[in-house]
């Protein structure tokens, strides 16, 4: 089946940063829009980020706008989170996940129709 995977995740101090990484696995991206999510302990599914095929237009949840950059490779083939001056309630398993409406930029969570297993990302103050 289809899968994305996501990598990059660790253990950070607030204040630094991480930048995470989702790659496809069984064929190309290229023509899909690519989104982020996380979701923490006891919370519900968050959007983050999202970016269309071409990386031509992104939007930022405003909870991490000015801090999270997303943006896709050379290729198209690999999709970015960058992530700087993290905060303990950044702590979450970040997913990248994948929408077959390449041009446009969506938070809907069932506009995706693939998704990654999550990486963990967790701030200690």
């Known amino acids: 089946q289809v899968q994305l995977v996501e990598s990059g995740g660790g253990l950070v101090q607030a204040g630094g940063s991480l930048r995470l990484s989702c790659a496809p696995s069984g064929r190309t991206f290229s023509r899909y829009a690519m989104g982020w999510f996380r979701q923490a302990p006891g919370k519900e599914r968050e959007f983050v980020a999202a970016?269309?095929?071409?990386?031509?237009?992104?939007y930022v949840a405003d909870s991490v706008k000015g801090r999270f950059t997303i943006s896709r490779d050379n290729a198209m083939n690999t999709v970015y989170l960058q992530m700087n001056s993290l905060k303990p309630d950044d702590t979450a398993v970040y997913y990248c996940?994948?929408?077959?409406?390449?041009?446009?930029?969506?938070?809907?969570?069932?506009?995706?129709?693939?998704w990654g297993q999550g990486t963990q990302v967790t701030v200690s103050s």
């Open positions: 970016i269309i095929w071409n990386g031509g237009n992104t």
């Open positions: 996940a994948a929408s077959p409406i390449a041009w446009r930029i969506t938070a809907t969570p069932n506009d995706y129709d693939y």
